[in-house]
């Protein structure tokens, strides 16, 4: 098993900038991707970013040329570098493990993000 830990988020205001970190331990060898997610109040929670064990990543067209998804692996920790924020981004942000038998570890404990002038 996998555990998490979040840190990061806060108020920014538009157009500023904000890192995510996704801190894990356990059993580090069986994950096969980290995923960044969102969800937005009365909204579903939808993927934003993932980054895999080879480094291959992917982010959501809503967020593509804005947010950074990276890792550190000396640190197992995955970052999700977030430029050039909207009020949109306006989220609790989660990280979750997927493991390479593809079944998904447990959530993170979110962290609030809020985009406000």
């Known amino acids: 098993q996998v555990q998490v830990v979040q840190s990061g988020g806060g108020l920014v205001q538009p157009g500023g900038s904000l890192r995510l970190s996704c801190a894990a331990s356990g059993s580090i060898l069986s994950i096969g991707a980290m995923g960044w997610y969102r969800q937005a109040p009365g909204k579903e929670r939808e993927l934003v970013a993932t980054?895999?064990?080879?480094?291959?990543?992917n982010v959501a067209d809503s967020v593509k040329g804005r947010f950074t998804i990276s890792r550190d692996s000396a640190k197992n920790t995955v970052y999700l570098q977030m430029d050039n924020l909207k009020p949109e981004d306006t989220a609790v942000y989660y990280c979750?493990?997927?493991?390479?038998?593809?079944?998904?570890?447990?959530w993170g404990q979110g962290t609030q993000v809020t985009v406000s002038s």
């Open positions: 980054i895999t064990s080879g480094g291959s990543v």
């Open positions: 979750r493990p997927q493991y390479r038998d593809f079944k998904f570890g447990s």
